[in-house]
């Protein structure tokens, strides 16, 4: 008891007893049990503090606790060019750093008044899906493992190895990729990267089979997750729960389709939603989002028109390296860029797309200076662990694994 | 009918008596109002049959430093009807730190106003839980407010107790 108020701050301990108001501390303590689960927990995925309250082994009560992985990246934004910024959007979800590239760059060109050419535009597409089908298969394999089963892990990692491959081959990097730039992407998506994604594809149905063999004929799977943290579709609206979390509850919403960006509307494609949403929806959902991110991707591929890869605005858009060293005007412009910003007008915006997690958001405001005078993140994962009390109560510790894993939550984006 | 003409019309005439700024740019409609009405307001355009604004993405603050009205708080809804996204914006002065919460109409709302507030320090009144989101309870500053320098204040954020 001593110990528990000394290391616990005393609102959060109001706030888990929030249930009665006459109800003590000690109280609570009679029958009932506090378990501190995280922040340092295999099954929390990063760095999420949970406050139980039990009852034998039920729960009664959750507060989350976030912030410690809170490196104050709106706070930076205010301070750095929206150039520089990129590379920081990596970190974010740092599971699927290229959705979040684009996601800021398109918040960028839209406050500043750029198009990007087509072709940039489909390979944006490309790499925003290849980043889904990336993050849920380690959504799958993680959320297996939270629940025992381990080999599924090893196969899912196995398929997201290749697809990092590919952002080698693309940009040089595999994991924090900063591929998008302001008016296009860095550079041309390379034919040897572009075959390298189609044999990915063609080869992917198959093993993502597999994966989904193992796991749908396991009982103990199957029975670990069937029924547990379901929560209904009003209560899932209101909570703000967004992405797959929310089409698991029979909302039919995603952004592609709802409010289509890029050239999502030129694709076809179906947004699967399941109506249970618990748990094992949640894992169906995600793997027919992954079939459907590949059919999307088999389309673009097709679709991909020829064609620059940078809008033509010099005074915004920074210029290739090879004409920086041998033209004047475009030496002056990359100067002027990366010293004193792009400058948008005054003015403000919020541009979101569906990233892999759910509505992934930036609202900028700009004084017409280099650097944003506002910078908003709205990740989706700091909105679906704000339903982890509703998804939890009632339920056992063992469960509460279970439910983490299913909502996907990254600390990197939830803590900002 | 148009939603951009649609949404000003119909306030207009559920509230005669506040003032609406109504601002249009790049293709998103903001709407500016005076702080005491914002619960009604919002309880409005949720409940509304032709609106049903039923999702709050977002709330968070602007802190303009200089100006009279120091701080704006902006809230981020959608309507799933009809694929409309609208800003609301409610100035807030630092002398009168408050403004009431929205949390009755929209439950997402709370968490995004607890991290307005830990990092605005803009009180929201009447929240069912007012803590601070991510910085520390016995943290003294609120760290997205212009006046907070970029490197921190050192000695501000205390080791953690024995």
């Known amino acids: ?416 | 009918m148009n939603l951009k003409e649609l949404i000003p019309q119909k306030l207009k005439e559920k509230f005669p008596s506040v003032e609406f700024e109504l601002t249009d740019y790049r293709d998103e409609l903001t709407i500016k109002f005076d702080k005491k009405s914002v619960v009604e307001i919002c309880t409005f355009l949720k409940s509304d049959s032709d609106l049903e604004f039923s999702w709050c993405s977002d709330v968070t603050a602007i802190d303009w430093a200089t100006r009279k009205n120091r701080f704006t708080v902006v809230y981020n809804i959608f309507s799933m009807k009809h694929n409309f996204r609208l800003r609301l914006k409610a100035d807030v002065d630092e002398s009168d730190c408050t403004i009431d919460t929205v949390t009755s109409i929209w439950k997402s709302a709370n968490w995004q106003e607890r991290e307005t507030y830990d990092m605005y320090g803009i009180k929201f009144t009447n929240h069912p839980d007012l803590r601070r989101m991510y910085m520390p309870e016995e943290f003294e500053y609120h760290p997205l407010r212009k006046d907070f320098p970029l490197m921190g204040i050192p000695g501000s954020l205390p080791l953690p107790k024995k």
């Open chain 1, 1 to 416: 008891m001593e110990q528990l108020e000394k290391e616990t701050d005393p609102k959060i301990l109001k706030a888990l007893l929030a249930s009665r108001e006459d109800y003590t501390l000690e109280d609570a303590l009679e029958n009932e049990m506090i378990l501190n689960m995280g922040p340092q927990h295999p099954a929390t995925h990063g760095v999420l503090r949970l406050l139980l309250r039990l009852d034998g082994e039920r729960i009664i009560g959750c507060v989350p606790e976030l912030g410690y992985l809170h490196r104050g990246y709106e706070k930076m934004a205010e301070n750095m060019s929206y150039y520089e910024y990129i590379p920081h959007t990596d970190r974010l979800d740092y599971i699927s750093p290229m959705a979040n590239n684009v996601a800021w760059v398109l918040a960028v060109e839209k406050l500043a008044g750029i198009e990007a050419p087509k072709r940039a535009q489909y390979i944006r597409m490309m790499i925003a899906e290849l980043a889904r089908i990336a993050s849920h298969l380690v959504q799958i394999g993680s959320f297996a493992m939270d629940v025992g089963a381990l080999t599924v892990f090893l196969w899912t990692l196995r398929e997201r190895e290749k697809i990092l491959d590919i952002w080698d081959i693309l940009c040089g990097a595999r994991f924090t990729n900063s591929y998008t730039r302001i008016g296009g992407v860095a550079n041309d998506a390379q034919p040897e990267a572009l075959a390298k994604v189609k044999w990915f594809i063609d080869q992917f149905e198959p093993n993502l089979a597999e994966v989904e063999q193992l796991l749908n004929t396991n009982k103990i799977f199957i029975e670990r997750v069937d029924g547990v943290g379901a929560i209904s579709k009003e209560d899932a609206i209101s909570l703000a729960f967004c992405g797959p979390n929310l089409r698991a509850c029979g909302v039919e919403f995603d952004l592609r389709r709802n409010v289509p960006y890029l050239c999502y509307d030129e694709i076809d494609f179906k947004i699967p939603t399941y109506t249970e949403g618990d748990c094992l929806a949640r894992y169906f959902l995600r793997l027919d989002e992954c079939r459907e991110s590949a059919k999307i991707v088999r389309q673009v591929l097709e679709k991909m028109p020829q064609g620059p890869v940078h809008a033509d605005m010099p005074k915004q858009v920074l210029p290739q390296k090879d004409e920086i060293y041998t033209k004047m005007e475009e030496l002056i412009h990359d100067f002027m860029i990366v010293n004193f910003g792009i400058n948008p007008p005054v003015g403000e915006i919020y541009h979101a797309i569906e990233g892999s997690k759910g509505e992934l958001g930036f609202y900028l405001v700009s004084k017409g200076e280099g650097h944003p005078w506002k910078c908003k993140i709205r990740s989706p994962s700091f909105n679906n662990i704000q339903s982890l009390p509703k998804l939890v109560i009632g339920h056992l510790i063992s469960d509460v694994v279970a439910i983490i894993g299913s909502i996907d939550p990254i600390m990197g984006e939830a803590d900002k």
